[in-house]
């Protein structure tokens, strides 16, 4: 079955760096690349998704990178706000429709 | 609804007792899925239901779990006999295709304790 490796497992930013979120799948029929942010207690949200045709996607200070060939797929948070603050998880969905979490990360946002 | 709902938000039970959890997906969505939650973990498969049918029930973990879908609209997963590992929380998901490629949108959760 398909595994996704999630890194770092916490990361802690300065209040408008750079933060970047990387996970590994081993399942080369993955096809789809949700991420999602999930606040204390609460859902997960999709923020942001790239399927495999693609190799790049960006929403306002959001992006994500896919490369398929390496099994490795990235979020990329610019100009970080302490609202981004909570825990991100990457996932994968193979051609049987079921998603794949990583293990999550604590984003940490520092103003 | 606008969303998809869960109930109850919060569940203790004692061990041993038997629990079922519901969800209300949005409505006209096909796909429906459970998974389940443990504490700082991502969220790990259960079951998934293209309307009535249940495809995949590779996830649940043991024999005292059990997932429906009669009308293929609200679905009930039922734990038996339930055991201190089944504490997690228990999300639900939903989605508008069949087909894999879209994102499932989720259920707030239930916590279930078990003590």
């Known amino acids: 079955g398909e595994n996704v490796e999630q890194h770092p497992s916490t990361l802690s930013v300065q209040e408008g760096d750079s933060a970047v979120i990387k996970c590994t799948y081993s399942d080369s029929a993955s096809n789809y690349f949700p991420w999602y942010k999930q606040e204390l207690g609460k859902r997960p949200q999709l923020i942001i998704d790239i399927r495999s045709n693609v190799g790049e996607k960006k929403d306002q200070r959001i992006a994500v990178t896919l490369n398929k060939t390496a099994k490795h797929f990235s979020l990329h948070i610019t100009e970080t706000q302490p609202e981004d603050s909570a825990v991100y998880f990457c996932a994968a969905m193979n051609a049987g429709n079921m998603l794949t979490f990583g293990g999550g990360t604590r984003l940490m946002v520092k103003p | 609804g606008a969303g998809v709902s869960q109930s109850p938000r919060y569940k203790v039970a004692k061990r041993g007792q038997d629990v079922a959890l519901r969800c209300d997906p949005i409505?006209?969505?096909?796909?429906l899925f459970w998974y389940q939650q443990a504490l700082g973990q991502g969220p790990e498969f259960l079951t998934y239901?293209?309307?009535?049918?249940?495809?995949?029930k590779s996830g649940l973990p043991s024999d005292r779990f059990f997932a429906e879908r009669p009308e293929g609209s609200v679905s009930t997963l039922k734990i038996q006999r339930t055991q201190q590992e089944d504490s997690a929380v228990y999300l639900c998901?939903?989605?508008?295709?069949?087909?894999?490629?879209?994102?499932?949108?989720f259920g707030s959760g239930t916590r279930l304790t078990v003590v």
């Open positions: 239901f293209q309307n009535e049918a249940q495809l995949d």
């Open positions: 409505s006209g969505h096909v796909s």
């Open positions: 998901a939903s989605s508008p295709v069949p087909a894999g490629g879209y994102s499932d949108t």
